[in-house]
């Protein structure tokens, strides 16, 4: 079953979502009780705990869907080079093919 975080985004769905909100938590975790053990104010550790898990989540979400971006463009250009591949194949348009200097006085 999904799991919907602020009422839209369905982490289960949405890729990077589910990765991007667990290091968001740890990323506000490890800020927050570093700030309280540091300062010992504890508004100013919730504060930073919140502000540090926007800025995690948000950075990894950005940097995951960027990869995903990356990973899509070069499936895309490895399916249309195999597509290309399989049409060439065999003809005088095959760029491995060798043409020797009579095959290339008939073309």
């Known amino acids: 079953?999904?799991?919907?975080?602020?009422?839209?985004?369905?982490?289960?769905?949405?890729?990077?979502?589910?990765?991007?909100?667990?290091?968001?938590s740890l990323g506000a975790l490890v800020m927050g009780l570093g700030h309280f053990l540091a300062t010992s104010r504890v508004k100013?550790?919730?504060d930073v705990a919140v502000?540090?898990?926007?800025?995690?989540?948000?950075?990894?979400?950005?940097y995951c869907r960027?990869?995903?971006?990356q990973q899509r463009i070069r499936q895309r250009m490895l399916k249309e080079g195999m597509k290309n591949r399989i049409l060439f194949?065999?003809?005088y348009l095959d760029p491995e093919k060798k043409q020797t200097g009579s095959e290339r006085s008939d073309s």
């Open 51 to 62: 502000g540090s898990y926007i800025c995690t989540m948000l950075g990894y979400w950005f």
């Open 89 to 91: 194949e065999g003809s």
């Open 1 to 24: 079953q999904s799991f919907k975080l602020f009422g839209f985004l369905d982490v289960k769905n949405v890729p990077c979502a589910r990765e991007s909100v667990l290091y968001g």
């Open 66 to 69: 960027y990869n995903l971006v």
């Open 44 to 46: 100013r550790s919730c």
